[in-house]
């Protein structure tokens, strides 16, 4: 019989996963991960037998019941809010919690804006976080949620930057090596620019001796 991962399971990234909250039928495969934590972000209790297997193996596994944690008794609460997202979007950047399984009810309302907030610090295109969010909550995807992904500020996310995974640590590399090529562009002379802008484009039709000036008459490089 074929294990069976849990309903809307997929990757996140190495070492993350997502899924809908685990059922007994899916116990056997995510045994096959090595899970090192759970973070359930809705307040619903576990499944018994559910419950029960992650209590036995409490030594090298850990439910992060988040949702639990930042319930409101309020009827027009939704389930999402900063300090949960915050929270869980920080758990998720520290590789001491990997391998780990963000999840809730469905998983793709709260489980899907605390991965469009993670995608956020990713700077992926809002976009590409959107297209993302639908592709798992469609046709059930709430607009209030994707204002709430919109609004969210990954200022407040303090990352543990001592365990960092390597896939993000990769992006932050990156995005250094980009800030610093930037400001050495911008130290550059205005012809330097000018002449590296028109050879990427055009190759070398006009000399680059030319009048800097002559050249924004004879050239027009919108």
Known sequence: MPLLPPSTFATVEEGVYRSATPQ?????????????TILLLT?????GKVAKHFKKA???LKVVELGKEAWVPDPKW????????????????????HPL??????GYHITGVVIACLRKTQQW???????????????LHRISLMHFIDNFHV???SAPHAHLPDWYARQLEQEAEEEELFQ?????????????????????????????????????DD
């Open 155 to 157: 200022d407040v996310i």
């Open 24 to 36: 007994h039928a899916n116990l056997e495969y995510l045994d096959t991960l090595g899970l090192r």
């Open 101 to 106: 399984l963000v999840c809730c009810t469905r």
């Open 58 to 60: 409490q030594e090298e």
């Open 43 to 47: 307040n619903e209790p576990l499944e």
């Open 125 to 139: 295109a809002k976009s590409s976080i959107l297209s993302e969010y639908r592709t798992y909550a469609s046709p």
């Open 78 to 97: 939704t389930g999402v809010g900063e300090d949960l997202v915050k929270r869980a979007v920080e758990c998720i950047l520290d590789r001491r919690n």
């Open 184 to 220: 050495t562009w911008d130290e550059k002379p205005k012809d330097y620019l000018y002449e590296s802008h028109l050879f990427s484009i055009c190759g070398p039709v006009i000399s680059v001796k030319l009048p800097y000036d002559f050249k924004d008459v004879t050239v027009d």
